[in-house]
């Protein structure tokens, strides 16, 4: 039977993370198993507690398997949720012009890198690469803000 697990929880970004990297990335960045994870991201179990260094080593396989760091961007989220004010029309506002702001930036990068004249020519460079992973990354870091100002 499916759990539920609560929205931004670190559970629901364990579960996410246990169906992307499975049993076998699990094992090779934690010597854990899936079954183990499966425990941690449980709500109902107390007593299997995630370490803070597997969920180091959880976003770390994540990241090089291109799934983004969902550990991370939940404590992040759990952390931007706790410092917000009570003026959610304000934040809710806030958020969107900024989300359209780091879009702006992320269409901006891409085009540049994509140009025939950029530093890499027709293909994308590392360093134009890693421009454009901090600016999806930055659009991912508002969108997680605008999900908890309408949370």
């Known amino acids: 039977m499916t759990k539920l697990r609560e929205f931004l929880s670190i559970e629901q970004a364990l579960q996410q993370a ?3 990297l499975r049993d076998d990335g699990l094992k090779q960045a934690t010597g854990k198993s899936e079954a183990h994870f499966r425990k941690c991201s449980d709500p109902g179990i107390k007593d299997n507690q995630l370490h803070h260094k ?3 080593n959880i976003d770390i396989a994540s990241v090089r398997k291109g799934e983004g760091h ?3 961007s939940v404590h992040q989220a759990l952390i931007d949720k706790a410092m917000k004010q009570s003026n959610q029309a304000g934040n809710i ?3 969107l012009l900024h989300m ?3 879009i702006g930036d992320l269409m901006e990068v891409t085009e540049k890198a994509m140009d025939p004249n950029s530093p ?3 293909t994308i460079s590392k360093q134009e690469k ?3 992973y901090k600016a ?3 659009v991912e870091d508002k969108i997680a803000s605008l999900k908890l100002s309408i949370k």
């Open 18 to 20: 246990i169906k992307d």
């Open 54 to 56: 597997d969920a180091v």
């Open 70 to 72: 969902p550990l991370l």
């Open 93 to 95: 506002t806030q958020s």
């Open 100 to 102: 359209g702001a780091r």
């Open 120 to 122: 890499g020519g027709s």
């Open 130 to 132: 890693d421009k454009i």
């Open 136 to 138: 999806i990354k930055e």
